[in-house]
Each structure stands twice: as C-alpha cells, then as structure tokens.
T-cell receptor, first 118, second 116 residues
Framework: EAGVAQSPRYKIIEKRQSVAFWCNPI?????LYWYQQILGQGPKLLIQ????????DSQLPKDRFSAERLKGVDSTLKIQPAKLEDSAVYLC????????????????FGNGTRLTVT | GENVEQHPSTLSVQEGDSAVIKCTYS??????FPWYKQELGKGPQLIID?????GEKKDQRIAVTLNKTAKHFSLHITETQPEDSAVYFC???????????????FGQGTTLQVKP
C-alpha cells in the first residue's frame, strides 16, 4: 500500500511569513494526525482529525496555526505568522480506525516537512 | 495526561553487542506500547509493539518487555549491526474514552550508534 505522502519536503521562510503543508494519508485511514518534532525531541501532537472532524487540538497554538481536512481525506496545516520557534519537522500520520491508535490500528508516518524560520 | 520518559538519550555499542532502551509511563490505563525507528530525513517507522496483556514479544533480533506494575517497558536489540544506527522512540496510549482520543505520546528518543 502507498504510504503517507507529504509535501513539500523542505521549506525556508522568514519570520512573520506564512507557510502551508499538505498531507495525503493512507487510503481508507479514518484518523489523521499532525505532529511537530523539534530537533532532538520526540514528536508532539498538534491536532487529530477523525474523518473531517477535529477530536483533539489542545496543543495547537491556535493564534497562528490552523488545519483542515477536507472531505475526510487530504489535510493542510498552516502557520501564519511564523516565529523562529516554529522551526521543526512537521510530521503527518494516519491510522485506520476511528478510535485512535491501537494494536490493530497502528500509526503510520510520512517523511515530514522540515521547516526553517529565519 | 500521559507522560513518557525515555533513557538513555544516547547509546553507543560495538557491532554484535546488545542494546537496551528503557521507558516509563505515567497513565496506568495505557494499554498499547509501540517502538519506532527514525532514520535521518525520514519519518518514524514502527518496528515492534506490545499490548498490556502481554509481558514480552520477540521479532528476530528485537524484543520488547513490559512491566505493568512498575509502569515501564524496554526495547532489546541483540547482535547489533551498523544499520541499526538510528533514533528510537517509545510511545504509549490508552483506550479511547471521553478524556483520551487514543493519541500516541512519545518519549524523547534515544540515538543509537553501532560501531563497526
């Protein structure tokens, strides 16, 4: 099966500019996640979608970050305006079931978008 | 909420030796514990997982153990090879309920270097 697709792979922007990332999950996967991975740390969940509805956005900085999942498939994550501390790898992931990650519905990651804010 | 602590942060071994990475979790309701391997420039890849009703699981050179009472779990890699060099992450999640959406909480990662 095709994996989680993300684009672009790299992005360099100046602070206060805006940027958008795109994700196409594994076909048929109900749940989609955006994680932020700062250098030297583990991934941290930003937002979780079940189909096209948000089920967890408690860690999303809503004053500057936004995300949507149109028609329950593709998703975009936007940052506006960007800050220096937003420099990180943004990982999209998906899982099959509608009740999050389980043994029968493991988490699959894309290769991420590396964002550098100067 | 869940918190996962991982040790050590870096680990260097000689080829052929064993490597052990340890994690502790805080939520006693956690029931699924996967391990991911992340190579440079790639996303994390699932390498092995264990459920809370199992104490140990093996897959060729890798094994995971779980101690529910102590709330810790470990990854064991035997006969290490240079291609095992990567960053390894442990993670934990608890069942879907009103206060949890089944998301994975990750440890801080361990950079494993296998010297030829």
């Amino acid at each position: 099966e095709a994996g989680v697709a993300q684009s672009p792979r790299y992005k360099i922007i100046e602070k206060r500019q805006s940027v958008a990332f795109w994700c196409n999950p594994i076909s048929g996967h109900a749940t989609l996640y955006w994680y932020q991975q700062i250098l030297g740390q583990g991934p941290k969940l930003l937002i979780q979608f079940q189909n096209n509805g948000v089920v967890d956005d408690s860690q999303l900085p809503k004053d500057r970050f936004s995300a949507e999942r149109l028609k329950g498939v593709d998703s975009t994550l936007k940052i506006q305006p960007a800050k220096l501390e937003d420099s990180a790898v943004y990982l999209c992931a998906s899982s099959l079931g509608q009740t999050g990650v389980t043994h029968n519905s493991p988490l699959h990651f894309g290769n991420g978008t590396r964002l550098t804010v100067t | 909420g869940e918190n996962v602590e991982q040790h050590p942060s870096t680990l260097s071994v000689q080829e052929g030796d064993s490597a052990v990475i340890k994690c502790t979790y805080s939520d006693s309701a956690s029931n699924y514990f996967p391990w991911y391997k992340q190579e440079l420039g790639k996303g994390p890849q699932l390498i092995i997982d264990i459920r809370s009703n199992v104490g140990e699981k093996k897959d060729q050179r890798i094994a995971v153990t779980l101690n529910k009472t102590a709330k810790h779990f470990s990854l064991h890699i035997t006969e290490t090879q240079p291609e095992d060099s990567a960053v390894y992450f442990c993670a934990a999640t608890s069942p879907w309920r009103s206060s949890n959406t089944g998301k994975l909480i990750f440890g801080q990662g361990t950079t494993l270097q296998v010297k030829p």
